[in-house]
């Protein structure tokens, strides 16, 4: 298994406070992604990085930032959470480095329960 | 329109049983194409590549028909393990290596 772990594994809290989940991997690889999974949605980006200091969003990004100060650390916040960010969310790493799409490897995701 | 469409499901087979998943893609600049399995609570795991030609990974078979835009994935001998949900996936250029993710498909094998 690809060497993803996420922090924390569950977090309950309150509407309005902020919100910080830990993406750590072990592979070094450049590419590092977040999404969230809802029921009827699937799997949806919500940002992603390639490279330190280099992010991107994606096609869900509103209420959420990202930061990578290193390689193997990506961060999500939410800088004031609301109801509809009760989500699972999981990250992901792939390593591009090669021709073509390269597949993406997840971590055991967060569940998140915003009250 | 989902860029990736899926039959829901659930199949329900029993053991020993083949079946088979479909998908359709809407973006023919969709160069990359994956089958990943996804169990209850669990994280995706990438099951296997698609290739123009077909390929085959032991019981599982997976075809790509470009021109349709069409995926299908092969289970033959069905296993009680096999049970999970099974996610289409899709990958184009522009940039990010980025994919786009089917809802999946359920399948549940039963004795």
């Known amino acids: 298994d690809a060497g993803i772990t996420q922090s924390p594994r569950h977090k309950v809290t309150e509407t309005g406070t902020p919100v910080t989940l830990r993406c750590h991997q072990t592979e070094n690889h450049r590419y590092m992604y977040w999404y969230r999974q809802d029921p009827g949605h699937g799997l949806r980006l919500i940002h992603y990085?390639?490279?330190?200091?280099?992010?991107d969003k994606g096609e869900v990004s509103d209420g959420y930032s990202v930061s990578r100060s290193k390689t193997e650390d990506f961060l999500l916040t939410l800088e004031s959470a609301t109801s509809s960010q009760t989500s699972v969310y999981f990250c992901?790493?792939?390593?591009?480095?090669?021709?073509?799409?390269?597949?993406?490897?997840f971590g055991d995701g967060t569940r998140l329960s915003i009250l | 329109r989902k860029e990736v469409e899926q039959d829901p499901g659930p199949f329900n087979v029993p053991e020993g049983a083949t079946v088979a998943f479909n998908c359709t893609y809407s973006?023919?600049?969709?160069?990359?194409f994956f089958w990943y399995r996804q169990d209850c609570r669990k994280e995706p795991k990438l099951l296997m590549s698609v290739y123009s030609s077909g390929n085959e990974d032991g019981r599982f078979t997976a075809q790509l028909n470009r021109a349709s835009q069409y995926i299908s994935l092969l289970i033959r001998d069905s296993k009680l393990s096999d049970s999970a949900t099974y996610l289409c996936?899709?990958?184009?250029?522009?940039?990010?290596?980025?994919?786009?993710f089917g809802t999946g498909t359920q399948l549940k094998v039963e004795l």
């Open positions: 990085s390639y490279g330190v200091k280099d992010t």
């Open positions: 996936v899709t990958g184009h250029t522009g940039g990010g290596n980025k994919l786009t």
């Open positions: 973006n023919s600049a969709s160069q990359s």
């Open positions: 992901a790493i792939s390593d591009p480095d090669r021709v073509g799409n390269q597949p993406q490897h």
